[in-house]
C-alpha cells in the first residue's frame, strides 16, 4: 500500500488504532485528556439554544480555539476539528452548522475582525501533503463575508482578501488529484496543490468555482456559475466555464 493511501481508506490495524487515528483527526495530537475535555465541551454547549448560546459559545470557546476575539457570535451545532488552530478575530459570526477543520496541527484557519460565515460553510485547512512539504492555510481577512454552503479546501492554501463577498455555494479548491497515469488508481497518484488569492472588493457570484493557482484581482466580479480556471485581472468583469473577461468596471 502506497504511503497515500492511508488517508484515503480506514487503516486496517483494528479497532484500537481506528480509535487513536481519530483522536488525532479531532485534536491534532495523540491526547486522550484533551479529546476528552474538548468533546465535552462541544457535546454540552454547541447544541446550546437561542441568542444567549451563540453568545456564550463565543466566550467558553476561547478555552479550545487558539484564539477567539471579543463579541463573537457562533450559532449552534458548528463542528471544530484541531480547534487549538483555529484563529478567531473580533466580531465573527458563525453559521448554524458550519464546519471548521484545520486537519493538521500544522495547519491553520484564521478568520479575521468583522468576517460573517454563513450557515453551513465548510473550511478544510489541508493535511501536510508529504511530496509538497507544505501545510494548509485558510486565511479570510477583514469584513469579507462568506455565503451558506460555502467550500474551501486550503491544502495549497487559500487567502480572501478584504470587503469581499462570497455568494453561496461557492467552492475554492486549493488541491487536484493528479490522473495522467491511466495504469494506476487516480486516487494512489497523489495530487498538486497550488494558492488560491482572492483579492479585496471581489464578488464571486452563487456557484463559482475557482481551482488551484488562481489568484482574483481586486475589485473583480466572477458571474454565477462559473469555473475560474485562470487569473481574472482587477476591476475585471469575467462569466463563463471557463471563465473569461467580457467587460471592466469603470
Not at 12 to 17: A, I, M, S, T, V
Not at 66 to 72: A, D, N, Q
Not at 217 to 223: P, Q, T
Given at each position: 500500500m ?6 484515503m481508506?480506514?487503516p ?6 481506528n480509535?487513536w487515528?481519530?483522536?488525532?483527526r479531532?485534536t491534532?495530537?495523540?491526547s ?5 475535555w ?14 444567549v ?7 467558553v470557546?476561547?478555552?479550545?480555539l ?7 457570535f ?6 471544530l ?8 478575530g ?5 453559521g448554524?452548522?458550519?464546519?471548521l ?8 484557519i484564521?478568520i ?8 453551513y460553510?465548510?473550511l ?7 511530496a509538497?512539504?507544505?501545510?494548509g ?5 477583514e469584513?469579507?463575508r ?8 486550503g491544502?495549497g ?6 470587503d469581499t ?13 493528479k ?24 464578488w464571486?457570484g452563487a456557484?463559482?468555482i475557482?481551482l488551484?493557482?488562481?489568484?482574483v ?7 454565477a ?17 471557463p ?7 469603470e
Open positions: 502506497e504511503s497515500d493511501d492511508i488517508y481508506t480506514i486496517q490495524g483494528g479497532l484500537r488504532k480509535f487515528n481519530y483522536v488525532v479531532v491534532g495530537e495523540q486522550l485528556s484533551k479529546f476528552i474538548r468533546g465535552l465541551i462541544l457535546a454540552v454547549f454547541s447544541m446550546f439554544p437561542t441568542v448560546g451563540s453568545l456564550l459559545r463565543g466566550i470557546y476561547r478555552a479550545l487558539g484564539e477567539v476575539g471579543s463579541s463573537c457562533i450559532e449552534r451545532n458548528v463542528r476539528n484541531v480547534p487549538q488552530r483555529i484563529f478567531l473580533d466580531r465573527v459570526f458563525i448554524e452548522g458550519s464546519y477543520d484545520a486537519e493538521n496541527i500544522k495547519s491553520e484564521r479575521k475582525n468583522d468576517v460573517h460565515v454563513s450557515r460553510a465548510i478544510r485547512a489541508g493535511r501536510e501533503v508529504q509538497e512539504r507544505r501545510e492555510r485558510i486565511i479570510v481577512n469584513r469579507t462568506l455565503g451558506a454552503h460555502t467550500f474551501i479546501y491544502v492554501g487559500v487567502e480572501i482578501g478584504k463577498l462570497i455568494a453561496n455555494h461557492v467552492e475554492l479548491i486549493s488541491g487536484n488529484h490522473f495522467r497515469d491511466a495504469s494506476r488508481l487516480i486516487r494512489l497518484q497523489g495530487g498538486q496543490v497550488k494558492k488560491i488569492l482572492i483579492g479585496n472588493d471581489v464571486l456557484y463559482v475557482v488551484p493557482g488562481v489568484t484581482g481586486d475589485g473583480a466580479v466572477v458571474g456559475g462559473s469555473v475560474v480556471t485562470g487569473d481574472i485581472p482587477s476591476y475585471s468583469i469575467a462569466v463563463g466555464v471563465a473569461k473577461i467580457v467587460g471592466k468596471r
